[in-house]
């Protein structure tokens, strides 16, 4: 008889047992830091309406999603970001909460990662997201609150580059780029491409002080002293002027809390997400080179669901932040005590007591489910259970040593 095979939709993975003990370690952490900073957990469920995510300003490319059509004949989605769901509880439910407002959340995302080269589409997230900070301190804040969160679960050699959309969005009007336009400079942005960008700036006769910006764009990176010194010799408009005040001014508060040295600046730096406003940021570890963190500013988010409210946050990628903890080798699988139990025939009652003061001492016991002594020591040895035990009638707990087990003394135990 043929055995038919089974296959995995592409883009989504199993976690066998020691990745399920990683990463409920590893999210435990991540929340306590979030809780110790204020931030209070809510949940969004998985579906939501395809329209929620399609307005402008929002996630305008919905070949990117995963559809399906409900009941009704409405096209839903699984959630493909986590930020709007929350804008949308906020502005549905706690419009009158106490403000400034501090949410985190753990949540799966679905979407076709460009990053990835539309390898992953199931994503584990752990985020927070500030409502109601319209200054530099509630950039501040998310900004430590993300490198916090890095060094408490043990990664090491973190960076975080800081970008703006204000910025760019300021030289794309100084320039005056069409939204297609826009789009292409993104496209080789996000690319690193200087070579592309100098062919589209020939290709849409862009030139003169703010064109050799346009160009130079993906090569300004550095520390603020040296984005700054290489600015000098390009034209800056007010507005790009303040976006980069803005930059420094979060730059100097984040030092306040001793923490400017994880920063740098990545003034070319794009997103894929269409609805951030300000300040955007990326975080690295060096011995993985991918995306770890990203978050930044969405002043208008809110607006599209009739609520005139700042916000600001960032989302870590789980699987991510776990493969670069084992890279490090910063990760180890929890190890508790495993005691095996045989019971008599005890009073009813007796063999609970017993085993619920075991537990007491937050080892895992379980009641053994096999018959033979072999069997017993075949079990106790892949499961790397610790003790024997055997429970007396009168409730005395007995060590048993495994390689002295019989099947006599299970006949015994067991009758």
Same mark, same amino acid.
Request: aromatic fraction near 8%; proline fraction near 3%; charge should be negative.
């Given at each position: 008889?043929?055995?038919?095979?089974?296959?995995?939709?592409?883009?989504?993975?199993?976690?066998?047992?020691?990745?399920?003990?990683?990463?409920?370690?590893?999210?435990?952490?991540?929340?306590?830091?979030?809780?110790?900073?204020?931030?209070?957990?809510?949940?969004?469920?998985?579906?939501?309406?395809?329209?929620?995510?399609?307005?402008?300003?929002?996630?305008?490319?919905?070949?990117?999603?995963?559809?399906?059509?409900?009941?009704?004949?409405?096209?839903?989605?699984?959630?493909?970001?986590?930020?709007?769901?929350?804008a949308r509880v906020v502005a549905t439910k706690m419009r009158d909460f106490v403000y400034p407002l501090k949410l985190c959340y753990v949540a799966d995302v679905f979407r076709i990662d460009q990053e990835q080269a539309g390898k992953k589409r199931e994503f584990r997230q752990?985020?927070?997201?500030?409502?109601?900070?319209?200054?530099?301190?509630?950039?501040?804040?998310?900004?430590?609150?993300?490198?916090?969160?890095l060094k408490g679960i043990g990664l090491q050699h973190v960076t975080v580059e800081l970008g703006s959309v204000k910025y760019l969005k300021a030289l794309f009007r100084q320039l005056g780029l069409t939204a297609d336009q826009q789009a292409a400079v993104v496209a080789l942005?996000?690319?690193?491409?200087?070579?592309?960008?100098?062919?589209?700036?020939?290709?849409?006769?862009?030139?003169?002080?703010?064109?050799?910006?346009?160009?130079?764009?993906?090569?300004?990176?550095?520390?603020?002293?040296?984005?700054?010194?290489?600015?000098?010799?390009?034209?800056?408009?007010?507005?790009?002027?303040?976006?980069?005040?803005?930059?420094?001014?979060?730059?100097?508060?984040?030092?306040?809390?001793?923490?400017?040295?994880?920063?740098?600046?990545?003034?070319?730096?794009?997103?894929?997400?269409?609805?951030?406003? &300000?300040?955007?940021?990326?975080?690295?570890?060096?011995?993985?080179?991918t995306v770890l963190l990203s978050g930044g500013r969405y002043d208008a988010l809110l607006g599209n669901f009739g609520m005139d409210c700042p916000a600001t946050g960032f989302a870590l990628v789980i699987h991510k932040i776990t493969k670069a903890l084992k890279i490090q080798?910063?990760?180890?699988?929890?190890?508790?005590?495993?005691?095996?139990?045989?019971?008599?025939?005890?009073?009813? &009652?007796?063999?609970?007591?017993?085993?619920?003061?075991?537990?007491?001492?937050?080892?895992?016991?379980?009641?053994?489910?096999?018959?033979?002594?072999?069997?017993?020591?075949?079990?106790?040895?892949?499961?790397?259970?610790?003790?024997?035990?055997?429970?007396?009638?009168?409730?005395?707990?007995?060590?048993?040593?495994?390689?002295?087990?019989?099947?006599?003394?299970?006949?015994?135990?067991?009758?």
């Amino acid at each position: 008889m043929n055995q038919r095979k089974v296959f995995l939709p592409q883009g989504v993975q199993d976690l066998l047992i020691d990745d399920c003990l990683l990463r409920r370690v590893i999210e435990n952490q991540i929340m306590e830091t979030f809780t110790q900073w204020g931030y209070m957990e809510v949940s969004s469920p998985a579906l939501e309406y395809y329209d929620l995510f399609t307005r402008p300003e929002v996630l305008a490319d919905g070949d990117k999603m995963f559809k399906l059509i409900d009941a009704d004949g409405r096209i839903l989605v699984l959630r493909p970001d986590c930020t709007i769901p929350m804008a949308r509880v906020v502005a549905t439910k706690m419009r009158d909460f106490v403000y400034p407002l501090k949410l985190c959340y753990v949540a799966d995302v679905f979407r076709i990662d460009q990053e990835q080269a539309g390898k992953k589409r199931e994503f584990r997230q752990a985020g927070i997201e500030l409502f109601g900070v319209t200054t530099a301190k509630g950039d501040a804040e998310v900004l430590v609150t993300a490198i916090e969160t890095l060094k408490g679960i043990g990664l090491q050699h973190v960076t975080v580059e800081l970008g703006s959309v204000k910025y760019l969005k300021a030289l794309f009007r100084q320039l005056g780029l069409t939204a297609d336009q826009q789009a292409a400079v993104v496209a080789l942005l996000e690319e690193k491409n200087v070579t592309g960008l100098q062919e589209l700036a020939r290709d849409y006769g862009i030139n003169g002080g703010y064109g050799a910006l346009l160009t130079r764009l993906p090569r300004l990176f550095g520390t603020l002293e040296e984005v700054q010194a290489a600015l000098a010799q390009h034209p800056q408009t007010p507005e790009m002027t303040e976006a980069l005040e803005e930059l420094q001014a979060t730059i100097e508060l984040v030092a306040d809390y001793g923490l400017d040295q994880y920063l740098g600046i990545d003034l070319g730096m794009v997103n894929q997400l269409d609805y951030y406003t &300000g300040i955007i940021f990326k975080g690295f570890t060096r011995d993985l080179g991918t995306v770890l963190l990203s978050g930044g500013r969405y002043d208008a988010l809110l607006g599209n669901f009739g609520m005139d409210c700042p916000a600001t946050g960032f989302a870590l990628v789980i699987h991510k932040i776990t493969k670069a903890l084992k890279i490090q080798e910063q990760l180890q699988v929890p190890k508790r005590r495993h005691v095996l139990v045989l019971a008599c025939d005890t009073p009813r &009652g007796t063999v609970g007591e017993a085993v619920g003061q075991l537990r007491q001492q937050d080892d895992i016991v379980e009641f053994c489910l096999l018959k033979t002594a072999d069997d017993i020591r075949a079990y106790m040895k892949k499961r790397q259970v610790d003790e024997l035990v055997r429970i007396h009638p009168d409730g005395r707990v007995e060590s048993i040593d495994p390689a002295r087990l019989t099947d006599a003394m299970m006949k015994e135990v067991t009758q």
